[in-house]
Nanobody
Framework: QVQLVESGGALVQAGRSLRLSCAAS????????MGWFRQPPGKEREFVAS????????GYADSVKERFTISRDSAKNTVYLQMNSLTPEDTAVYYC?????????????????WGQGTQVTVPS
């Protein structure tokens, strides 16, 4: 089992950047595929990005491609989400998730562990 704690959420102006972190504890971090999801106000949770165990492959939602970058640091047991060129549409609670199976996926139901979320607000 793994415990996940997100941090880095903030209120940031449109066009600016923000980096979210997700610290993992418990089982060996490198055994998990990691993902970021978000839930905008009044909407369902949606996929943002995922990364393989090794960090060698990533996947992104179309809405964040070219703006967001997921990465991981196994030495720090942490996965990051670098968010650039933020827009009001990026306003959401951002969740980190871990998956025991080795393949990356955008399917929320296939992730086994979740953090509590961190709020990102980009005012219009």
């Amino acid at each position: 089992q793994v415990q996940l704690v997100e941090s880095g959420g903030a209120l940031v102006q449109a066009g600016r950047s923000l980096r979210l972190s997700c610290a993992a504890s418990g089982r060996i971090f490198s055994t998990y595929v990691m993902g970021w999801f978000r839930q905008p106000p009044g909407k369902e949770r949606e996929f943002v990005a995922s990364i393989t165990r090794s960090g060698g492959a990533t996947g992104y939602a179309d809405s964040v491609k070219e703006r967001f970058t997921i990465s991981r640091d196994s030495a720090k047991n942490t996965v990051y989400l670098q968010m650039n060129s933020l827009t009001p549409e990026d306003t959401a609670v951002y969740y980190c998730a871990a998956r025991e199976s080795p393949s990356i996926t955008s399917e929320m139901s296939l992730y086994d562990y979740w953090g509590q979320g961190t709020q990102v607000t980009v005012p219009s």
